[in-house]
């Protein structure tokens, strides 16, 4: 799986996250944190970060989300 959003309250990566562990899906997370957004991912996201099922690569410009999905599909 993958969330390939912003990081913010109205976007719900805490259900994406969810999902991962429900599942028992891996979650690959390339995701802007905007500064507005930045206490709802240090309170609420971050914590959901230390799931094994989860892996927070950070922001990703246009030319590296090919090859993110390429990587995935491999």
Request: aromatic residues 10%; hydrophobic residues 40%.
């Amino acid at each position: 799986m993958a969330f390939l959003e912003r990081i913010s309250p109205e976007k719900r990566p805490d259900r994406a996250i969810e999902s991962a562990e429900k599942f028992g899906m891996e979650l690959k997370i390339a995701a802007k944190i905007d500064k507005a957004d930045k206490v709802y991912c240090e309170e609420v996201i971050k914590p959901m970060f230390k799931s094994p099922w989860v892996e927070y690569i950070g922001e990703i410009g246009k030319k590296r989300r090919t090859n993110f999905w390429v990587t995935l599909m491999h």
